[in-house]
Antibody
Framework: QVQLQESGPGLLKPSQTLSLTCTVS??????????WNWIRQSAGKGLECIGR???????DYNPSLQSRVTTSLDTSRNQFSLRLTSVTAADAAVYYC??????????????WGPGTLVTVSS | DIQMTQSPSSVSASVGDRVTITCRAS??????LAWYQQKPGKAPKLLIY???SLQHGVPSRFSGSGSGTDFTLTISSLQPEDFATYYC?????????FGQGTKVEI
């Protein structure tokens, strides 16, 4: 059974760059059958999809965040990563990584990491 | 983006009650509709996908229905472990979007 685990700094200052990593076990990020996703949850915006990536190199980003987001895959470490630049208080949230079968169109998320809380404060 | 609107925002219920939650999409989403359960401090858990299909291990007291823009999650006989927040989510177009949640409480 696949397991996902987020890691990264929990406290950032405004204008800094958020970098998170998701480590996958029990499955492989190089699998062609899945997209690997980043989702965040805040009290203000609820659950919000940030973006997804596939082992083919395809990425899709939420247009509302596209100018600040990049993602990458590290098959040697079985990890994928999120980078969000120029953070503000509005980016404070619990960040989740999640897996979605490629057959689920734009994403039905069948496995999630436990989430990591990111706080933005000066 | 497709907006997903759930009702009610919260529902008070007792063990054994039948509970129904509705979700309306701002445009047609075919059958690309999922339901999730979230408990405090935990990640959402996929319950139902493609409107009707139960994820492995999900009890049969959970069921989904609907088509087009209007969908329903039903819990036929509420159990103590079902007290949680439930979210609908569309996967018809990018970005996937979630409803605002329905809290099922005592």
């Amino acid at each position: 059974q696949v397991q996902l685990q987020e890691s990264g700094p929990g406290l950032l200052k405004p204008s800094q760059t958020l970098s998170l990593t998701c480590t996958v076990s029990g499955g492989t990020v190089s699998s062609a059958g899945y997209y690997w996703n980043w989702i965040r949850q805040s009290a203000g915006k609820g659950l919000e999809c940030i973006g997804r990536l596939h082992s083919s190199g395809r990425t899709d980003y939420n247009p509302s965040l596209q100018s600040r987001v990049t993602t990458s895959l590290d098959t040697s470490r079985n990890q994928f990563s999120l980078r969000l630049t120029s953070v503000t208080a509005a980016d404070a949230a619990v960040y989740y990584c999640a897996r979605a079968p490629i057959a689920s169109n734009y994403g039905l998320f069948d496995s999630w990491g436990p989430g990591t809380l990111v706080t933005v404060s000066s | 983006d497709i907006q997903m609107t759930q009702s009610p925002s919260s529902v008070s219920a007792s063990v054994g009650d039948r509970v129904t939650i509705t979700c309306r999409a701002s445009q047609g989403i075919s059958n690309w509709l999922a339901w999730y359960q979230q408990k405090p401090g935990k990640a959402p858990k996929l319950l139902i996908y493609a409107v009707y299909s139960l994820q492995h291990g999900v009890p049969s007291r959970f069921s989904g229905s609907g088509s087009g823009t209007d969908f329903t999650l039903t819990i036929s006989s509420l159990q103590p472990e079902d007290f949680a927040t439930y979210y609908c989510q569309q996967a018809n177009s990018f970005p996937p979007t979630f409803g605002q949640g329905t809290k099922v409480e005592i």
